[in-house]
């Protein structure tokens, strides 16, 4: 099911919960949206359902009542297969702890998703090329995952997730296994692919990742906006291709 609408926002969510057996509501009747552009960092405590609002809007979970809609698309009401292709051809994801495979060279994590999606290898392979210089990660290439730094690992992440240009990177505590200086790197490149145009969604206990390169902060307690607020020392996204 699509809604179109060319001022549609890229992400709402209206009136959404979601309940886990009978205990409260990981998420509480919760209505929020994005445009295109904006980066959003998600805060909250440990079970305030940040986690749960990224997992609906990547289409791995789904709310108990409301409606998820991602560029007019009810991410909510598709099957196994729609959600996966959802995934592939729209978002990309970002994880704590990289969710590279370990037996790939970065060059072939990177192209992945591109080939999943059918794109020609050799198309795959200079989009990868691209994203990893752009990155500043190309001399690691032919490397292994295991043999890079943190900070490292965490772009490869990034140039994997950003390989079919999606409309939404999500982001779920991307600086959270990284020590001080990968950290550091990582919250400047958000900072800098959102300047670039980028729509970012992130989750995050790291209180200078949100206020380094989000544009807005959205604060859950318990299920429920606390609070919503822009973030002023950010810059606006300038546009332009990425």
């Known amino acids: 099911m699509k809604e179109t609408g060319v001022d549609a926002p890229l992400i709402e969510l209206r009136q959404v919960s979601k309940r886990y057996d009978d205990g409260p509501p990981a998420v509480d009747d919760l209505s929020l949206s994005v ?6 960092a998600i805060l909250g405590p440990s079970g305030s359902g940040k986690s749960t609002v990224l997992n ?46 370990d037996d790939l060279t970065v060059a072939d994590n990177v192209m992945l998703p591109a080939q999943l999606s059918g794109m020609p290898r050799a198309r795959a392979r200079a989009r990868a ?7 500043g990660i190309d001399r690691h290439a032919h490397a292994y995952p295991g043999r890079l ?19 939404l990177l999500l982001a779920d505590e991307p600086t959270g296994a990284l020590d001080t200086a990968s950290g550091r ?13 980028q729509t970012i969604l992130l ?18 307690v318990d299920g429920r906006i606390a609070s919503d607020s822009a973030v002023p020392s950010v810059a606006g996204p300038a546009g332009g291709a990425r």
């Open 185 to 197: 790197d990582v919250r400047e490149l958000l900072s800098e692919l959102n300047q670039d145009g």
């Open 149 to 167: 730094s943190g900070g490292e690992r965490q772009r490869v992440a990034v140039a994997r997730a950003l390989i079919n240009r999606p409309a």
């Open 56 to 101: 609906m809007i990547a289409g791995l979970d789904r709310p108990t009542a409301g409606s998820v809609l991602v560029e007019g698309l009810r991410v909510d009401g598709l099957g196994e297969s729609g959600s996966a292709k959802y995934r592939r051809d729209r978002i990309g994801m970002v994880f704590q702890f990289f969710n590279l495979l």
């Open 203 to 220: 989750v995050t206990h790291d209180i200078q990742l949100a206020e380094s390169c989000a544009t807005r902060t959205i604060r859950l």
């Open 35 to 40: 445009e295109r552009g904006e980066a959003v």
């Open 129 to 135: 090329a691209e994203l990893l210089e752009t990155l």
